[in-house]
């Protein structure tokens, strides 16, 4: 969170100008860090308090060394290899093909008029039917059950990468098309040398967010209709009154997610250098 | 007096050709026939999807639709809906704004917020349904939940992200402090937040619809579901497409009272 | 290479050119007629909004006129073409190339020339205009002034047949636009392609200039034509010549009716216009 502003200085102290260096004890003491650490320990507290306390239906919420105890042991296991790693497969699978299919439509959508008119309106009717709605036709289309997953996670993540993607080229200044046109370029040299990269940063965060949803279909899917992974776990977990097990799942899943975002923001960085540049010599300009 | 039209003898006609009969709405008309053929082609033609109905049986479906029955559904589903979102918007719309604008009330929620922010929503649903009895709750407290992180994240976003100069102008008019959030960050991120609103409406809708299928309790996920087991599927298809409508008609609505208040946008 | 001492002549005949609001049409151009003769470097100068960058896009083939022909050599424009070049108003430099891949995205994309020829050329030209240190950085690495001359490097590489200057120097501030002025004149010198030159700053104009046009208020057309006759190879000691401050007097005076012009006619004037010629 770089750059925010949090607070205006309600009037400039002195004590602004005075540069010292900050002491070792000061660096870790300081106001944020204690906020923050307060701030991560409450939450645990709260809950463990609420349960322990068992303050309404707190009583049936497992607490965190409950949960802890669980993960351990389930960590252990077999089972939670093998339902990681499907989870992990079949949203990759539903993610890559929406982005082999949503990124060359959006590049072409974005930039090309006639293109546009003959496939927007259609896929502009099917966006808003949420993913999860596809789940009953995913079971008919798909009689095999990985794929009827790994295909719900695709709707999910195909609509966030295509409509970023669109917004990207179009966001493209027009003087660098005339630029590049007056420089002799042909439209098969634009497309690969100025709407793509010129499309990247957008696709990229297109892309974290299509993984974040895709995430979340999976777990509907396996719900309703698996019989591995983390999302059939933890409602199995439910049904079998391994509640602990629950809580479990869901930090795996989110930590999953967030993992799979974080990589994704990493390799789309490496694809966009003059990003990196940008917030380089915004350091260097404070810094000087 | 330097403005003055150079063609004055446009007639209906040409109104007409430019707005209405060009080709692009030609294209536009086309794009959705060819999904349709496209769609008869493959379950007509092809082995493999004989199971799904085609557009034609689908259109036979509007007929047969009880009017009062699905009227029922979709006004269910609309409350749970409204309901989560409005709950998401009065708990998550402060906390993104003590977020953005306050440094302590940064410190001390957002770890929390960011920890508990991975876990997808749906993951939610075992917990909810131990802990709530009542399943109204139980779907309106998953529809919050769906609301609740967009929301957050976009109200504080937009905040940091108002231009500098903005409150560094009001400052030197002596504005003080409410004063400031009032009449200068709020509306500079008053674009963000609505973008906030339509993601979170659409995440809501999705919510309902997971919530209803698994809960079994009415609404138009639970219609989808129910016509899923009996095997009617033209009616399943006109059910997402329902549940479509619905998503795009909030999502429309937002921009309405989004444009509302933000009159300054809309002069260009 | 084209042989750019004998081409280039630009001819604008009867040229009108109107903006369609939503309601109204207005006019931008109207019936303007000139001539920019090759090999010379030509100023255009007017009141704000008064379609000097209409002038530009009309040459460069981005907008077609309603009325009249724009020739050049001869032949009516029928589109973009590399033989035109443009320098945008702000850069449009790729952000996501670096200066010495910007230059050689040109001959790059024509293939007129070898990479290696390519590379000579860029790194010849990027040194010329004191980018020799910068060639690996990206432009949002580097200052305005830097950019400006980035974008004449990556034009001129491309020895254009007439280049269009559409402000390039606006935005930058006295220092650095007099050092680009500078820059960009010994680049002319050297190059004696056609140039078209647009600006608002009547010190630049003379400056820079072999002809000076200058245009009315909007409806534009040609309000006079001026013969700058000072000594070339141009340096900055010109500025304080007898000539020099003769000529700037006459220019002022006759700007000045037009500015007058202008302000009686503002109060009907449309800012969405305004606005829409600059987007």
Avoid at chain 1, 116 to 125: G, M, N, R, V, W
Avoid at chain 2, 7 to 16: A, C, H, P, Y
């Amino acid at each position: 969170m770089k750059n925010q502003i949090n607070t205006i200085p309600e009037k400039i102290n002195e004590s602004d100008f005075v540069f010292e260096r900050p002491s070792f004890l000061s660096k870790i003491f300081n106001l944020k860090m204690v906020l923050n650490t307060a701030s991560v320990l409450s939450l645990f507290v709260i809950w463990g308090l609420l349960v322990n306390f068992g303050i309404y239906r707190f009583v049936l919420i497992p607490g965190p060394a409950e949960v802890l105890e669980w993960g351990i042991k389930w960590m252990g296991s077999k089972d939670f290899w093998m339902d990681a790693s499907l989870s992990t497969l079949r949203v990759l699978g539903g993610f890559t093909f929406a982005c082999l299919i949503a990124i060359p439509t959006g590049l072409m959508i974005g930039w090309n008029k006639i293109f546009s008119d003959l496939t927007f309106p259609t896929l502009e009717i099917l966006r808003p039917i949420p993913g999860i709605a596809y789940i009953p036709i995913a079971i008919l289309f798909f009689p095999w059950e990985e794929a009827s997953v790994a295909f719900i996670c695709f709707v999910g993540a195909f609509f966030p990468i295509l409509l970023n993607t669109i917004t990207g080229v179009k966001l493209i200044d027009r003087d660098y098309f005339r630029a590049a046109q007056c420089l002799g370029s042909k439209p098969r040299h634009i497309f690969w040398h100025i709407v793509v990269p010129g499309a990247l940063p957008s696709i990229s965060t297109g892309a974290a967010l299509g993984m974040g949803i895709a995430w979340m279909a999976s777990v509907a899917g396996e719900m309703i209709s698996g019989k591995w992974g983390l999302g059939y776990r933890i409602w199995e977990a439910y049904t079998l009154i391994r509640y602990p097990l629950i809580v479990d799942g869901m930090i795996v899943i989110g930590l999953l997610g967030l993992g799979s975002s974080t990589l994704i923001r990493f390799i789309t960085l490496r694809l966009i250098p003059w990003r990196k540049a940008i917030t380089e010599s915004l350091d260097e300009s404070i810094t000087k | 007096m330097s403005a003055s039209t150079l063609n004055t003898t446009s007639n209906l006609w040409k109104q007409v050709r430019k707005t209405v009969a060009n080709w692009t709405t030609v294209r536009r008309i086309m794009s959705v026939l060819l999904f349709l053929l496209a769609w008869t082609i493959l379950v007509q033609f092809t082995g493999q999807f004989h199971q799904i109905p085609t557009p034609a049986a689908v259109f036979a479906a509007l007929f047969q639709l009880k009017l009062g029955v699905i009227f029922t559904e979709i006004f269910r589903s609309f409350v749970r809906v409204l309901c989560g979102f409005l709950l998401g918007l009065l708990i998550g719309f402060p906390i993104g704004v003590a977020i953005g604008y306050s440094r302590i009330a940064n410190y001390l929620l957002f770890p929390a917020v960011e920890m508990v922010r991975p876990i997808p929503p749906i993951a939610w649903i075992p917990l909810t349904v131990l802990f709530f009895i009542n399943i109204e709750s139980q779907i309106v407290f998953l529809t919050f939940y769906g609301a609740f992180f967009p929301i957050v994240y976009n109200t504080m976003g937009g905040i940091s992200e108002v231009d500098i100069r903005l409150p560094r102008a009001a400052m030197s008019f002596g504005i003080n402090r409410m004063g400031m959030l009032w009449k200068i960050i709020l509306p500079a991120a008053m674009p963000q937040i609505f973008t906030g609103m339509k993601v979170a409406i659409g995440i809501t809708w999705l919510m309902v619809v997971a919530a209803e299928m698994i809960a079994s309790k009415g609404g138009l996920g639970y219609w989808v579901w129910y016509h899923h087991t009996v095997m009617e599927y033209p009616m399943v298809i006109l059910g997402m497409g329902i549940i479509g409508l619905c998503g795009a008609l909030c999502s429309v609505g937002i921009d309405v009272i989004g444009s509302h208040f933000m009159k300054w946008r809309n002069i260009f | 290479m084209v042989d750019s001492n004998h081409k280039g002549e630009v001819v604008f005949e009867n040229v009108t050119r109107a903006v369609q609001t939503k309601k109204t049409e207005t006019i931008i151009l109207d019936h303007c007629s000139f001539v920019i003769e090759s090999g010379k470097l030509t100023v255009l100068i007017g009141p704000s909004g008064c379609g000097k960058t209409t002038i530009i896009n009309l040459i460069a083939g981005y907008e077609k006129p309603d009325r009249g022909k724009v020739l050049i050599d001869g032949k009516p424009v029928a589109g973009p073409d590399r033989e035109r070049l443009v320098a945008f108003q702000e850069t449009a430099l790729f952000p996501w190339l670096t200066c010495y891949d910007n230059v050689m995205f040109g001959p790059l994309a024509t293939k007129v020339m070898t990479r290696e020829e390519a590379h000579e050329q860029a790194i010849n030209l990027l040194e010329k205009v004191g980018l020799g240190d910068f060639l690996y950085k990206y432009p949002m690495q580097l200052s305005g002034g830097m950019m400006r001359r980035a974008e004449l490097a990556r034009a001129l590489i491309n020895r254009p047949t007439v280049m269009l200057m559409d402000e390039p120097f606006r935005g930058l501030d006295a220092m650095t636009r007099e050092l680009m002025q500078e820059y960009y004149l010994r680049l002319v010198e050297e190059s004696h392609g056609t140039h078209l030159f647009v600006t608002s700053e009547i010190e630049e104009a003379i400056f820079l200039a072999d002809r000076l046009i200058i245009m009315t208020n909007k409806p534009s057309r040609v309000k006079h034509a001026l013969d700058i006759d000072l000594p070339r190879p141009r340096i900055a000691s010109v500025l304080r010549s007898k000539r020099y401050l003769e000529l700037k007097a006459l220019t002022l005076e006759i700007l000045h009716e037009e500015a007058v012009k202008a302000s009686m006619a503002s109060g009907k004037a449309d800012i969405a216009i305004d606005s829409g010629l600059r987007t």
